[in-house]
């Protein structure tokens, strides 16, 4: 009887098991299962308590030079100690095993099995620890070269969007957005200063599939099938995409972990402007190539759901709502960053229908030296402080701190900075520091949000008792700063910085719509200092507050920011005080 010709089979899980028991030297206890099925197919092998990953690929998916490169790659991770899975020679030191399918010769590999499990829901601190494993990746990628596909703009938009014409006509309205993205994009990546974007080997599919993550919240990367040549950020482009797509495209989900991501990766390398830039649009571009795969592998994986109403589907649902969000091609606007004065304020504003393009102010100027000659001795004077004082490491001062502020930044030109931060010292201090930031980008237009205060009684309580009504109507009464405002924000900082009351004392006399209680504000931050060295006016109101009302920290606290609100501490601030004087009793 003559078999009629195949273009796909599932090979026996049965049969493969015995193959790779007499290969590899495996027991006769080994078991083997088929666990996915589809451009490639995985099965699970197991031997007593040992397990492996056999991958067999599909007939001419890869060549065996384009699977010789790909366990070049791995194998220069493994000996650089990344956390990955891979490949494992038979007894006869061969990494590749050729089987005879119905179809036509097909090649297969045995990995090393990924300890611990895929995880859809990534809690921050793994997701600080993804971006960490992919930098340390691309430090070893970085100006190598496979010999595997290139990643260029006409393979990830031309040939791909070619694919999919196949299944989607010219004349329906998702195919022209296609193509009018697809001419932005190309045009855009044309353009794109190549000598600030990083090149060398990616992966190209690194998403919560193929991440195993233990108990102990050990990362492992796996799958390196589309590992090929190109921008280093598109590895981080498509990690950033499919968090948007996990959490649903909310930005009060995604935005945090995307934070952590980007991190987490630049506390082992830095990003450039130009790769900060290029990440939303080489996302749309890898819908594109993705799509184009789903395409291409029609006829022996895709066909079950692959359709014209699936592609208008995912256009609108997933391509062009990623496009919109980031405002690319015809869409583009001018974008709103919002400089938060703490991370309370930013978990406020996710709960209103305020955009998520925020910058968190970690620091606390009103205290420690604040002097230094230059920005970089600026960040390692306020990192040493806060090592001496609240044994907070170095390394986690810049991860948390210098790296978000530094992303003031990569502000685009042209962009609206909006400032929100309250009248107290301790907020108006950070927020003049900011000032003096941005003040390098005079293309943007920054405004200042203020607290929407109803009672005399909640002056200085700020933010903190806004509920998101009062969030959102404080946000469309921002005021805009002229230049003058700009310009006296920066004499603000130097005077500060300087330790210049006078110069200070007569900079909060100045007239300006954007600094309110600038003369109290001023004078209390005087009257820490007096000019005969007695006590502090912070210190001498904790000392009375001990000696008449009460030793309790949590009264003195209390009564404290009842009576001094104006300098905006938290109770850390006054605990240091605090402990000053119940030391000395």
């Keep these: 009887m003559t078999h009629f010709p195949v273009s796909n089979s599932n090979l026996s899980a049965t049969h493969i098991g015995l193959f790779l028991q007499e290969k590899y030297s495996l027991s006769k206890d080994t078991k083997c299962k088929l666990i996915k099925a589809g451009i490639n197919d995985t099965y699970l092998v197991t031997d007593n308590s040992d397990k492996f990953v056999f991958r067999v690929y599909s007939l001419n998916w890869r060549s065996k030079m384009e699977i010789d490169e790909e366990i070049k790659l791995l194998n220069l991770l493994k000996e650089n100690s990344i956390s990955i899975s891979y490949p494992l020679t038979d007894k006869e030191s061969n990494y590749i095993q050729t089987l005879g399918a119905p179809e036509g010769d097909r090649f297969g590999v045995l990995f090393t099995f990924a300890s611990g499990e895929k995880q859809h829901i990534i809690p921050e601190e793994t997701h600080f620890q993804i971006g960490q494993l992919m930098a340390r990746i691309h430090k070893i990628t970085h100006n190598q070269k496979l010999n595997r596909i290139d990643y260029s703009p006409e393979v990830i ?49 690194i998403w919560f599939d193929n991440l195993n993550i233990t108990n102990d919240n050990k990362v492992t990367i796996f799958d390196f099938d589309f590992c090929g040549n190109g921008w280093l950020c598109l590895d981080i482009a498509y990690y950033v995409l499919q968090l948007h797509n996990i959490e649903k495209y909310e930005a009060k989900y995604y935005q945090p972990k995307v934070d952590h991501f980007l991190n987490g990766y630049e506390s082992v390398t830095p990003l450039t402007v130009e790769e900060k830039r290029l990440i939303p649009m080489l996302g749309v571009s890898l819908y594109f190539f993705y799509l184009g795969v789903q395409c291409q592998r029609y006829e022996n994986w895709s066909n079950s759901f692959l359709s014209e109403n699936y592609l208008k589907r995912f256009i609108n649902g997933l391509v062009k709502r990623y496009y919109d969000m980031y405002k690319l091609g015809d869409n583009q606007k001018v974008t709103t960053y919002h400089i938060l004065n703490g991370d309370c304020l930013a978990d406020q504003l996710r709960q209103t229908k305020i955009n998520q393009d925020f910058i968190v102010c970690r620091e606390c100027l009103i205290e420690g030296n604040v002097n230094a000659d230059t920005i970089t001795d600026f960040w390692t004077i306020r990192a040493k402080y806060f090592a001496d004082t609240y044994h907070v490491s170095i390394k986690e001062y810049f991860s948390k701190t210098v790296i978000e502020m530094e992303k003031l930044n990569d502000i685009p030109d042209n962009s609206e900075v909006c400032l929100w931060f309250e009248n ?162």
Excluded at 170 to 177: G, I, S, V
Excluded at 530 to 549: A, C, F, H, M, N
Excluded at 556 to 584: C, L, P, T, W
């Design 157 to 205: 938009l031309i040939d791909s969007l070619n694919k999919v014409s196949s299944f989607l006509t010219n004349d329906t309205e998702e195919m022209t957005f296609m193509k009018s993205a697809q001419s932005y994009l190309y045009k855009e990546f044309e353009n794109a200063d190549i000598s600030q974007v990083r090149h060398g080997v990616v992966h190209l599919d």
């Design 424 to 585: 107290d010292l301790f907020c108006q201090a950070n927020m003049w520091f900011v000032i003096s930031m941005l003040a390098n980008h005079p293309t943007c237009k920054i405004f200042r949000v203020f607290p929407v205060i109803e009672n005399n009684e909640d002056i200085w309580k700020g933010f903190g008792v806004a509920n998101t009504e009062k969030l959102e109507q404080a946000y469309a009464s921002k005021i805009p700063f002229a230049p003058d405002d700009i310009e006296l924000g920066k004499n603000l900082w130097t005077a500060y910085q300087n330790g210049d009351f006078d110069k200070l004392n007569k900079l909060a006399k100045s007239p300006s719509d954007c600094f309110e209680y600038l003369d109290e504000v001023c004078q209390a931050h005087a009257d820490r200092f007096p000019l005969d060295k007695s006590l502090g006016r912070p210190d001498q109101v904790v000392k009375e507050i001990i000696e008449t009302k009460s030793k309790e920290f949590q009264i003195v606290f209390s009564e404290f920011a009842e009576r001094e609100g104006m300098y905006g501490f938290s109770d850390v601030q006054v605990k240091n005080i605090y402990d000053r004087h119940i030391s000395n009793q």
